[in-house]
């Protein structure tokens, strides 16, 4: 694990003067997996468009839903407008097939970028987008008002190999996934999928802001020191909005997820009980009502696997334990182990 901490950032500028994102600095790092979590309005999403329409490089912009791709097709919705604006780059889109559409530049004739949707990638599989290096996944995590992807990590995953196909094999670099969102849950899907959630609780508790693994292909930036979002909490939204919205919008904070019932705790003290998929669950030795969950194995001879079937015996002989947590008497070592206990009984 390789944390860059936030008192060297200036080796890694990854706020430019102006106090907006440097998205050329996360793009020349070259690490295919990289999932960034930043207050509203930091230069996100534009700072990534500026550059590679400044540089001339084709891109793939991905939404989680064909109507979120669709609105990305006008240049009344499509959040491609600003940036264009500012660059003075005339667009229109054109048809690629029957739900993907690409950018074209009116001054140029080029290819801005290909617009296609998570949730309907299969459609894609018979484009090559192989030309590709780049792919934007705008607003990865999701909001409680949007409709989900079921395996929604695992979605991505399949979307990637879609758009890779072989260019490692080949002799090129594999395509930079870069992934983007306001931070709401730390335990979507997404980062389950990619084994990110114990990490970005440990960044959050060390007020770090960058982890980087290339060796695994992946980082993860959750920015908690933006300029630009100190300068915004003192604007009106920020001062006559809920302090829960300001936590989300300015501060970055994953709003979704209680942290209460987080502690590790030394295990001396307990015993092990049952334990389901990757969870082990044990029971204070003198506060029999005391129970905590972790990925710690212990000995026990009730086990269920993370199979339908298990899962299904699982909710049927220990529902009481789900009771146990909402009444908030089931302690847990991270969040990592809240998000797939509740994986498990749902």
């Not at 790092?29 to 500026?50: D, H, N, V």
């Not at 030309?131 to 979307?159: Q, W």
């Not at 300015?250 to 209680?258: A, R, S, V």
């Amino acid at each position: 694990m390789r944390f860059l901490r936030y008192d060297i950032l200036k080796y890694m500028n990854i706020y430019l003067k102006s106090g907006y994102l440097n998205a050329e600095e996360i793009v020349e790092t070259r690490i295919p997996f990289t999932f960034i979590t930043g207050a509203r309005g930091i230069g996100k999403t534009y700072g990534f468009f500026k550059y590679f329409i400044t540089n001339h490089i084709p891109f793939i912009l991905m939404r989680r839903l064909q109507d979120e791709a669709e609105l990305q097709h006008d240049p009344i919705t499509s959040s491609l407008s600003p940036v264009c604006f500012d660059l003075s780059v005339p667009w229109h889109s054109e048809k690629v097939s029957k739900k993907i559409r690409k950018i074209i530049r009116e001054d140029t004739d080029e290819e801005i970028c290909i617009i296609v949707a998570l949730s309907t990638f299969s459609g894609a599989r018979g484009i090559d987008l192989t030309r590709y290096d780049y792919c934007i996944y705008d607003e990865f995590i999701t909001e409680p008002h949007v409709r989900s992807i079921k395996m929604e990590g695992l979605a991505l995953m399949n979307a990637y190999e879609t758009i890779n196909r072989n260019k490692e094999l080949q002799g090129h670099d594999p395509v930079m996934m870069i992934c983007l969102s306001n931070s709401l849950n730390i335990a979507n899907d997404v980062f389950m999928q990619f084994d990110l959630v114990s990490i970005a609780e440990s960044m959050l508790e060390t007020d770090q802001e960058i982890y980087q693994d290339p060796e695994n292909h992946l980082q993860l930036f959750i920015l908690q020191h933006s300029p630009i979002s100190a300068k915004k909490a003192k604007t009106a939204l920020y001062t006559a909005g809920s302090e829960e919205y300001a936590k989300m919008a300015i501060e970055n904070k994953f709003i979704l997820n209680d942290f209460t019932y987080v502690k590790k705790r030394s295990l001396k003290e307990y015993i092990c009980i049952w334990a389901v998929g990757d969870l082990y669950v044990y029971q204070h030795k003198s506060r029999q009502d005391e129970y905590y969950i972790t990925f710690t194995k212990g000995p026990t001879k009730k086990i269920y696997g993370s199979n339908y079937m298990d899962l299904q015996r699982c909710r049927r002989d220990k529902w009481r334990y789900w009771t146990m947590y909402l009444d908030g008497c089931i302690r847990f070592d991270s969040y990592k182990a809240v998000a797939l206990f509740e994986k498990y009984f749902n």
